[in-house]
């Protein structure tokens, strides 16, 4: 049986418009190690990144703060595409 009333499963959370508007706020020299970064830390496929970006799958509720932290690293909301405060990776020193 397929699902079709696009029901969101327990434990998930859909997200209108996913993370696009910060994939976009990104600089272009930024894109690929995001890109690979995020599919490494969330264990997605290409197609599936950009389906999550979109807002076109839901996210799993252990996604999100996957999400949130990746952006962080690039000074930016996923959300939103805002500027933050840039948060150092565990292996890079404060300056």
Do not use: C
């Not at 830390?41 to 999400?67: C, Q, T």
């Not at 990746?70 to 930016?76: D, Q, T």
């Not at 996923?78 to 948060?87: C, H, N, Q």
């Amino acid at each position: 049986m397929y699902n079709t009333k696009n029901r969101v499963k327990r434990g998930t959370k859909r997200i209108d418009g996913g993370f696009s508007k910060g994939y976009y706020a990104l600089r272009v020299d930024q894109l690929e190690d995001f890109r690979e970064e995020m599919k490494a830390a969330a264990g997605w496929s290409h197609s599936k990144m950009y389906n999550r970006m979109r807002g076109l799958f839901p996210f799993r509720d252990v996604e999100i703060p996957i999400v949130d932290r990746i952006f962080s690293y690039y000074g930016l909301n996923a959300w939103t595409g805002e500027s933050i405060p840039i948060i150092p990776r565990k292996n890079e020193k404060k300056s």
